[in-house]
Every structure is written in structure tokens, then in C-alpha cells.
């Protein structure tokens, strides 16, 4: 008893005064609110910072690039991270847009499903819809998404010897793990392609399977 | 009212950004400038280090008869310095928004190396929306 003793004085006086610990144990915060119990349909409390965000970005490119050769095995392994992201992100997507819904669907048509990606993917990844839905000229199995100013990618600057990088190939990725979740297989890319007055825009370059193609003449125009 | 110059020095006193927005300054060579912001560096640790009452933050700024220069320092060590003229009273403001371009531009940045010289088109660009200057 008496070591024991001696020891909690001697305990206490370093608590309070040397190191100056907390006194009373410490509780959890993480028991307080765990982010599993959290309600999964309260968007508007469960935005991220952007900064936040910015840095783990910067981060995940400095990790990649230093595992990769070459800037096409860069935004391929950058677009396996966002392909990761985009399944995650199209089931909370449906279960938020349909769980609540009486007649729950699922889009089986392809441009119905595109302006899906356009307005409501885009608004729960970056919290706006996107700028602009192109269908390529030249090969009928191309269509673009354009974002004038991707919030992802506004603190990086590429330098020059890596120009035809685009870190938006995280993007690229969601939005392929969402045409793959909707039934419309497709390879997704990003190109940079800036204008005089926005500098960062960037096209998602969505280049679809001829399965897809054969489908959708077979369903027919209406 | 003329801002003359920007200096970003890192930690460890090298110069890892300088940038000039009008004449009048007389013109020195790159080594030079790494020069003065070593000796900055130092004046800078002796003025925290003499303090009589405790812990300082050091100098904060320098007058002469033609020149005031305002030296902003961050928790983590990075010296932002704005060379102006005497009546500038807009030196600290705007060392704050130089700051928070630097986070936002230079550490945000994955191809820029911390600590060293800052090789960052936005930094440029917002840099020149803040000073002016080419």
C-alpha cells in the first residue's frame, strides 16, 4: 500500500503541474459522433473543405507519381483511385435520389443517364452541375462533359514538362465507375482544354462500348 | 505609395521567391538577393533571440529615409517581406492575402517542392492580381 500510495503522489504532481495532463480521463471524441452512425440522407451538413480535400489530393498525386512511369500510367492509376470513388458515390447517389422515392427507377437509356452524371453526379461530388454536355462530331460513340473550373484540380499547377497531364483523370474514373454501375460500359478520359478566359477547363472524354452503341439503336428513338 | 518588391524566404533563410513590381529599386543579381535574404534571415533570429520580456516575434519592420520594408513571419517558419515606400500603410494586408496564396496556390500544389523555389504559375497569377506588375 505505502509504494502504491507514494506512487499516486508522485503521479499527481506530475499531472498537474510538469506535464500538465488532463486530470479528469479522457473521453473519446470519436464516440460522439462516429461517422457510420451519422444519417446518410443529411446532405447538407456532411460537406467536406475544400482545402481539406486540396491536400490529401496533393498528396495522392505525389504518392502516385512516384510509383508510375510516364504521365499515361500516372492518370491511369489516378483514374483506378477515382473509379474507386465513383462506386462508393453512385450507390449513396441512388439510394439518396430513390430509396425516398415511390416509384424508384433506373435509367436504360444512355443520354438520360449522361445528364444523371451531368446535374446530379457532379452536384454531390462538387457541389455544382457541370457546364456544359457535348456529343462528338466525328465518332458517334463519343460524348464530352466540360467543366470550366474543376474544384478538384484549382491548387495544382502542372508543370511544364508534364503539360499533357490532367489530374481531373480522377474524374474521369467516377464517372466511368457510374456509366459501369448504369449499365453503360465505357472508357472515360480527361483532356485539358482551356479557353482564354478559363485557363483549367477540362472535357471528360466518354468513348463507349459498341455493346452500348448496338443497344441503343436497337431500343430504338422513342 | 509604390510597392517595390516581393521575397519569400523559407526556414532555413534561402530565398525561394523574389519578384520586382516597379523601378526604383537598384538592380541586384539573383545571388545577391539570396545574399540579403540570408543576412534578413539573421537580423531577423537576433532580434527574437535580444528580446528583454520573453519570447518575440522579431522585426517586423524596417524604415529607412526611402524605404520601408515589412516583414511578415507564419507559424511555420516561412518570412513573407514587402519592400514599399514610406507612406505605404497597406504593407501587413496585404502580406496576409500573399499568405493565404501561398497556402492556397503553393502548398496545395503536388509538383512543388516545400522549401524550395516556388515554380507555381498560379502563385504568379495571383500574385499579379494582388500587386500588379508584369
Redesign the interface.
Same mark, same amino acid.
Given at each position: 500500500m505505502a509504494s502504491s500510495s507514494r506512487f499516486s503522489v508522485l503521479s499527481d504532481s506530475a499531472n498537474s503541474t510538469r506535464y500538465s495532463l488532463p486530470t479528469t480521463p479522457q473521453q473519446r471524441p470519436f464516440l460522439k459522433s462516429n461517422i457510420y452512425d451519422r444519417n446518410l440522407n443529411k446532405t447538407r451538413t456532411s460537406e467536406v473543405s475544400a482545402?481539406a480535400f486540396?491536400?490529401l489530393?496533393?498528396?495522392m @498525386? !505525389?504518392y502516385t !507519381?512516384k510509383r508510375v512511369n510516364g504521365i499515361a500510367d500516372l492518370e491511369r492509376r489516378l483514374n483506378i483511385l477515382g473509379y474507386r470513388v465513383g462506386t462508393r458515390t453512385f450507390e449513396l447517389m441512388s439510394w439518396r435520389a430513390e430509396a425516398t422515392s415511390k416509384a424508384p427507377k433506373r435509367e436504360i437509356r444512355f443520354l438520360p443517364a449522361l445528364m444523371i452524371i451531368h446535374t446530379q453526379l457532379w452536384r454531390a461530388v462538387f457541389g455544382k452541375p457541370a457546364d456544359a454536355l457535348e456529343k462528338s462530331v466525328e465518332n458517334d460513340d463519343e460524348y464530352m462533359i466540360i467543366d470550366n473550373d474543376p474544384p478538384i484540380t484549382?491548387? @495544382?499547377?502542372?508543370?511544364r514538362d508534364?503539360s499533357s497531364l490532367s489530374?481531373s483523370a480522377l474524374t474521369a474514373g467516377i464517372v466511368e465507375a457510374v456509366l459501369d454501375g448504369l449499365g453503360f460500359p465505357a472508357r472515360v478520359t480527361a483532356h485539358l482544354t482551356p479557353t482564354s478566359n478559363f485557363p483549367n477547363r477540362t472535357t471528360i472524354l466518354i468513348k463507349l462500348e459498341k455493346s452500348v452503341i448496338d443497344r441503343e439503336s436497337a431500343l430504338g428513338n422513342n | 505609395m509604390v510597392t517595390y518588391s516581393l521575397w519569400v524566404i523559407n526556414k532555413a533563410g534561402g530565398l525561394v521567391y523574389q519578384r520586382n513590381f516597379a523601378d526604383g529599386l537598384a538592380q541586384l543579381s539573383s545571388n545577391e538577393y539570396l545574399v540579403l535574404a540570408g543576412t534578413l534571415h539573421g537580423i531577423h533570429a537576433i532580434t527574437s533571440r535580444l528580446s528583454p520580456t520573453g519570447t518575440s516575434s522579431g522585426v517586423q519592420v524596417i524604415e529607412g529615409e526611402t524605404l520601408k520594408i515589412t516583414i511578415f513571419l507564419t507559424l511555420t517558419g516561412t518570412k513573407f517581406v514587402l519592400v514599399t515606400s514610406l507612406a505605404d500603410q497597406n504593407s501587413e494586408p496585404v502580406l496576409r492575402k500573399v499568405y493565404e496564396a501561398y497556402a492556397? +496556390?503553393v502548398?496545395? %500544389?503536388?509538383?512543388?517542392t516545400p522549401e524550395m523555389p516556388i515554380? +507555381?504559375? %498560379?502563385?504568379d497569377l495571383r500574385i499579379s492580381t494582388l500587386l500588379g506588375g508584369s
Open positions: 482545402s486540396a491536400f489530393f496533393s498528396e @498525386i !505525389q !507519381q484549382r491548387g @495544382i499547377s502542372v508543370p508534364l489530374c | 492556397d +496556390t502548398m496545395k %500544389n503536388p509538383f512543388q515554380r +507555381t504559375d %498560379n502563385f
